[in-house]
């Protein structure tokens, strides 16, 4: 098991950059055992995928409506994940959130992630 706390969202403008972070806690399985995913989901929408990292941070998947715009990364000595976000669009606001899963592969769905964080607010005005 793993606990998870996003942080970095706010209210920006379209075009502005933003930078999540995911903290994980972990008293089990270290922190690079876990494949670590992004997801968002907006008012009245379903939860997507957004990015994901396998466990060595030398893989990504990212969804086509954020691929070139977004990067996932993670530092594993500091048991952390990141959303770099950049050319933001109105699109993009939505409560984002982190999740992990103890997997070899990287997943788009969200029923594959056992973990997962509270979320932090992305707001993007137009």
Avoid: H
């Avoid at 950059?17 to 994980?24: M, N, P, Y």
């Avoid at 994901?52 to 500091?78: E, L, P």
């Avoid at 997997?103 to 969200?110: K, N, T, V």
């Amino acid at each position: 098991q793993v606990q998870l706390v996003e942080s970095g969202g706010g209210l920006v403008q379209a075009g502005d950059s933003l930078r999540l972070s995911c903290a994980a806690s972990t008293r089990t399985f270290t922190f690079s055992n876990y494949v670590m995913g992004w997801f968002r989901q907006a008012p009245g929408k379903e939860r997507e995928f957004v990015a994901a990292i396998n466990r060595g941070g030398r893989s990504t998947d990212y969804a086509d409506s954020v691929k070139g715009r977004f990067t996932i990364s993670r530092d594993n000595a500091k048991n952390t994940v990141y959303l770099q976000m950049n050319s933001l669009k109105p699109e993009d606001t939505a409560v984002y959130y982190c999740a992990g899963t103890l997997s070899s592969a990287i997943w788009r769905s969200a029923l594959e992630y056992r973990n997962w964080g509270q979320g932090t607010q992305v707001t993007v005005s137009s």
